[in-house]
T-cell receptor, first 116, second 115 residues
C-alpha cells in the first residue's frame, strides 16, 4: 500500500534556530501534500496545502513566513519552521494525496518538535 | 463552515465486547465523504473506514462498521469483538466531495480496551 515517510520523528532545537521536516511518498506520486499540527490531546489542524511546483496555500492564522513549505517534486514536501520558539513545540503530521485518487490520503508518522 | 463533533472524549470497552463511537457533523452540502481514522500511541494516522454520502448502504470493514444517518447528520463507528490493539484515539472526519484539500476532524475519542 501507499507509504508516506516523515523524517525526523523527533527533533529538539534551540530557540531561534530553524528546523526542516521532510515528507516523502515512497511508492507513489503525491500531487498534493498537507501539513497538520496536533497539540496534545487535541485534533489535527490543517496548516497548509502544497501542490507540486506551486506555492503552498496556508490556512487562516498560519504564518507563511514562519512555516515555509516547499513541494519540490512529486514525492517530497518539506516544512521548515523558522526562528523556532517554544510555542512552536508540537506534533507535525504530513499527508499525501495520490495522483488520481479521490479518497485516499496517506499520513506520515509525524514529527515531535521540541523547542528549548 | 463544516464542523465535526465527537461528544465522547473517552470510552472504555471490555475485550471481545462491542463499542460504538459517536460523531455528528454539520454541513449544507448534499454530497461529501466521511471517515474514521485511528491514531494509536505511535501517532500514525490509520484509515479505518470511509463512507460516501451518496451511498445509502453503511460501510463495513471486517469488525468495523458505521451507522450513517444522513438526515440526522450522524456517523457512528461500531467496533465488534474489540481487541487490545483497537486501543487508540479515533477521529471522525468530513471532507467535501469537490474540494480535495481539506479534512475537518472531530476532537477525537480515546478508546481504552480492558483485558
Amino acid at each position: 500500500g501507499a507509504v508516506v515517510s516523515q523524517h525526523p520523528s523527533r527533533v529538539i532545537c534551540k530557540s531561534g534556530t530553524s528546523v526542516k521536516i521532510e515528507c516523502r511518498s515512497l511508492d507513489f506520486q503525491a500531487t498534493t501534500m498537507f501539513w497538520y499540527r496536533q497539540f496534545p490531546k487535541q485534533s489535527l489542524m490543517l496548516m497548509a496545502t502544497s501542490n507540486e511546483g506551486s506555492k503552498a496555500t496556508y490556512e487562516q492564522g498560519v504564518e507563511k513566513d514562519k512555516f515555509l513549505i516547499n513541494h519540490a517534486s512529486l514525492t517530497l514536501s518539506t516544512l521548515t519552521v523558522t526562528s523556532a520558539h517554544p510555542e512552536d513545540s508540537s506534533f507535525y503530521i504530513c499527508s499525501a494525496r495520490m495522483r488520481g485518487d479521490n479518497y485516499g490520503y496517506t499520513f506520515g508518522s509525524g514529527t515531535r518538535l521540541t523547542v528549548v | 463552515a463544516q464542523t465535526v463533533t465527537q461528544s465522547q472524549p473517552e470510552m472504555s470497552v471490555q475485550e471481545a465486547e462491542t463499542v460504538t463511537l459517536s460523531c455528528t457533523y454539520d454541513t449544507s452540502e448534499s454530497d461529501y465523504y466521511l471517515f474514521w481514522y485511528k491514531q494509536p500511541p505511535s501517532r500514525q494516522m490509520i484509515l479505518v473506514i470511509r463512507q460516501e454520502a451518496y451511498k445509502q448502504q453503511n460501510a463495513t470493514e471486517n469488525r468495523f462498521s458505521v451507522n450513517f444517518q444522513k438526515a440526522a447528520k450522524s456517523f457512528s463507528l461500531k467496533i465488534s469483538d474489540s481487541q487490545l490493539g483497537d486501543a487508540a484515539m479515533y477521529f471522525c472526519a468530513y471532507r467535501r466531495l469537490y474540494n480535495f484539500n481539506k479534512f475537518y476532524f472531530g476532537s477525537g475519542t480515546k478508546l481504552n480496551v480492558k483485558p
